[in-house]
């Protein structure tokens, strides 16, 4: 059975920074793209970041560039997104996902598997 463990979220002030981490089980992770999402009250899910399979490409939304890092560790079938600068709109609740393709999408629809989400709220 596929899992997807997500951890890191919390509370934090803006201008903060916090890393999430994902864990992933019952899968070869090494063979999945990964991407975080997030989700807000009343919003749609949207694209934050990705990575390939190798970790050699990565895409970030355009209200992250350059404030958060996509990684990913195989050795520890774990992906991490690293979040810096925050601001109070990044509150949401932000979702990993795996997806069986080579190159990492910017599409919800076309990930295979999902986490349950961790909670983070930044704070003006």
């Known amino acids: 059975q596929v899992q997807l463990v997500e951890s890191g979220g919390g509370l934090v002030q803006a201008g903060g920074s916090l890393t999430l981490s994902c864990a992933a089980f019952g899968l070869t992770f090494s063979s999945y793209a990964m991407g975080w999402f997030r989700q807000a009250p009343g919003k749609e899910r949207e694209f934050v970041a990705a990575i390939s399979r190798g970790g050699s490409s990565t895409d970030y939304a355009d209200s992250v560039k350059g404030r958060f890092t996509i990684s990913r560790d195989n050795a520890k079938n774990t992906v991490y997104l690293q979040m810096n600068s925050l601001k109070p709109e990044d509150t949401a609740v932000y979702y990993c996902?795996?997806?069986?393709?080579?190159?990492?999408?910017?599409?919800?629809?076309?990930?295979?598997?999902w986490g349950q989400g961790t909670q983070v709220t930044v704070s003006s």
């Open positions: 996902a795996a997806d069986r393709r080579v190159l990492p999408s910017t599409s919800p629809s076309v990930y295979d598997y």
